[in-house]
């Protein structure tokens, strides 16, 4: 009983300290938040950090990039993409699969792309296991669109991961209205950019915060020469 409690008074303390002073404040989010168990996502060897204000590795060794991310950036996305109960939303980079669960819980059908074959394997166990139905967990690399083509057009687009710039072809891939989120730039300014389709008027960009995340594989990255 103890360890229950333990557990969801950690729950709530993540949620009160690290989310809500991040201006994650929509009530829809914070109950997703509370719905979804993080420490059934997390790898076994790091459960005593599963509410912790920090990225935490899904590999052993650690491998850069592959990692889950700090509660209160997963927390900001989700916010500032409004999903709708709707939407059908493309995720690239399922990691543990935790993001894609948060995901479900507000959307009609995720799909999540994963290039590392033994992390996709164990997302999809892992999904499977907590009952999530609506997620279909992919393994192939995004940044080829044979890979997610199948099922756009997507309401709801997110990078759990940063690049140097957004591909074309993943905006193309929105539906009119559709968003896509994405931590755009390079070391030492990144920041969390909303991308919206227009009927006609290709993609506005919205940027809304700065902050840095490890880069998602696959995505090419342009050259820094200038001339």
Not at 76 to 94: F, H, P, S, Y
């Amino acid at each position: 009983m103890n360890a229950v409690v333990d557990l969801e008074q950690a729950r709530l303390l993540m949620i009160e300290q690290q989310i809500r002073p991040w201006d994650v404040l929509d009530p829809t989010v914070l109950q997703t938040l509370h719905d979804v168990p993080r420490e059934r996502y997390v790898p076994r060897q790091h459960k005593g950090l599963a509410f912790v204000d920090c990225e935490l590795p899904l590999t052993q060794p650690a491998r850069a990039g592959q990692c889950m991310l700090a509660p209160r950036v997963e927390a900001r996305m989700l916010q500032d993409l409004q999903v709708k109960a709707g939407d059908k939303v493309l995720e690239i980079g399922t990691g543990s699969g935790y993001m894609a669960a948060l995901l479900a819980n507000q959307a009609r059908q995720v799909f999540t792309l994963e290039i590392d074959p033994a992390l996709a394997q164990l997302a999809t166990q892992t999904l499977a296991h907590e009952e999530v139905p609506n997620v279909a967990v992919i393994t192939g690399d995004a940044a080829q669109p044979a890979t997610w083509q199948a099922h756009a057009p997507f309401d709801v687009i997110v990078l759990s991961g940063s690049v140097a710039e957004v591909p074309e072809a993943l905006l193309q891939a929105l539906a009119p209205g559709g968003r896509l989120g994405a931590v755009v730039g390079r070391l030492p300014m990144m920041c969390f950019t909303v991308f919206e389709a227009s009927a006609g008027h290709g993609c506005v960009a919205m940027p809304r915060w700065d902050t840095v995340l490890p880069r998602l594989h696959g995505f090419a990255e342009p050259s820094s020469f200038t001339f």
